[in-house]
């Protein structure tokens, strides 16, 4: 339980961090970004293997590059469906998801038992 409340908590801060990067997309406050957060792991949890599967021609065509796309889309369309927090159009969602999963690695990473 403790160990999903960090997950949650690091993904709110990398999506905080995004939202200072990355022009286009805006997290109103702190509450927002956990709010968002939790939207987008349920998306990337349940929305986008269903996405990868149908798409898995154009997917393998472009040798996974499309997966950025669809990424980015997930975060887009996440952003639409709430307050708080904004995603300016696609190309803002592709840079900010892509910059979302670089961030919550790192963070991640720091806060990984050594083994």
């Known amino acids: 339980m403790l160990r999903l409340l960090l997950h ?12 200072q ?3 286009g997309v805006t997290v109103r406050t702190p509450m927002a970004a956990l709010v968002a957060a939790v939207a987008l792991g349920l998306a990337n949890a349940l929305i ?28 887009w369309a996440v952003s639409t469906l709430m307050t708080g927090f904004q995603v300016n159009g696609l190309l803002a969602g592709v840079l900010g998801a892509l910059l979302y999963s670089i961030v919550t690695a790192l963070l991640f990473m720091l806060v990984r038992p050594r083994a």
């Open 8 to 19: 949650w908590l690091l993904n709110a801060l990398a999506l905080l961090i995004v939202a």
């Open 21 to 23: 990067v990355v022009p």
């Open 48 to 75: 986008r293997p269903i996405l990868v599967l149908l798409t898995l021609p154009v997917t393998i065509l472009t040798l996974g590059l499309f997966l950025l796309v669809i990424n980015g889309a997930l975060f």
